[in-house]
């Protein structure tokens, strides 16, 4: 009786050692498994928004790509929450990214209004805008697109796997972590899908808005396409919504109350001088962010030249 109770009990400890590390190994697993599932999702969005523009449900499409851009920010924040970034999860992000605001703007620009230039002009406009993302995320994921003529492969691994640094920005010095290298994938794609947006809600709306939309404008798209194409690939230090994080205001009392009275303020103005039409502060949101690039180009170009003189002075 003693000898059986002596050897029942390390085979229990032994099986309780064994369900603690089970459960943390399904813990591992569900912590990658968030992250890379958001992903997914957003895959699914960009992928469904090719058979609305077949099916011409242009106003839906347009959402699901703005959907997709959603989902992409999300999985960042999930990873970030449960400690679930990898390598694997960062290359993910990044076919996914080429396919969403790569792939599936490509076919909607060429079905919605670039098929009407002379063959084969709008469907080489299509392709050279997917073409550029490709060109925009490969940039990111090859460490290139740092002020340094190559990166290691320990640093690329580093950064692949922190899915908070999802796009490469100016590494000339710590002040310019606000600051985007050219204009983001996200971005990139909601900026061509947005007129498509613009055109068919209003047509719906106001009697004045010509349909078909005339062939001058077709060309005026096509050209804004190329615009922001050329843009991706630019080397243009854009604004980043890291300029609106934690370091934004003073981290204290005052400077939460601070933020917390702006942005109730914004809050008011905006639902009294439009209601509760989102459309408005989309509009509104993109016309302020194309306006910045000139600001971002002038106050990175501060930046850069005091980063000189202080390297001058040492």
């Not at 919605?112 to 490969?138: D, E, H, Y």
């Not at 990111?140 to 290691?152: C, I, L, P, Q």
């Not at 590494?171 to 050219?182: A, E, L, N």
């Not at 498509?196 to 939309?213: A, C, D, G, M, T």
Request: aromatic share 14%; hydrophobic share 45%; proline share 5%.
């Amino acid at each position: 009786m003693s000898h059986q109770a002596t050897t029942s009990s390390p085979k229990g400890e032994r099986r309780d050692g064994s369900n603690n590390n089970n459960n943390n190994q399904k813990t591992e697993v569900w912590r990658y498994i968030a992250p890379n599932a958001v992903t997914i999702l957003s895959l699914g969005a960009g992928l469904t928004a090719v058979i609305m523009a077949l099916e011409r449900e242009w106003l839906t499409c347009c959402l699901l790509v703005f959907l997709a851009a959603l989902f992409d920010t999300l999985d960042g924040v999930v990873a970030r929450a449960v400690k679930g970034s990898s390598l694997f999860g960062a290359e993910l992000d990044s076919l996914c990214d080429l396919v969403n605001f790569g792939v599936v703007p490509c076919l909607i620009l060429y079905l919605w209004q670039l098929n009407l230039l002379p063959w084969p002009l709008g469907w080489i406009i299509s392709v050279a805008f997917a073409a550029c993302m490709a060109c925009r995320l490969a940039r990111f994921n090859t460490g290139t697109d740092s002020s340094s003529s190559s990166a290691s492969k320990a640093d690329y691994e580093k950064k692949a796997a922190s899915k908070s640094t999802r796009h490469q920005r100016p590494t000339i010095g710590s002040s310019y972590r606000h600051y985007f290298t050219g204009v983001p994938a996200p971005a990139g794609a909601i900026l061509v899908m947005a007129p498509i947006l613009w055109y068919e809600r209003l047509k719906n709306h106001y009697s004045f808005i010509p349909v078909p939309l005339p062939y001058s404008c077709t060309v005026v798209y096509g050209a804004w396409v190329v615009f922001v194409s050329f843009l991706l690939v630019s080397t243009l230090p854009t604004f980043s919504s890291k300029m609106f994080g934690r370091d934004w205001l003073p981290n204290t009392l005052v400077g939460k109350i601070i933020g917390g009275v702006l942005i109730g303020i914004a809050t008011v103005i905006y639902f009294v001088a439009f209601g509760f039409d989102g459309w408005y502060a989309g509009t509104a949101l993109l016309t302020v962010y194309v306006g910045s690039f000139p600001f971002s180009y002038y106050t990175f170009s501060k930046l850069k030249a005091a980063e000189r003189n202080q390297q001058k002075k040492n």
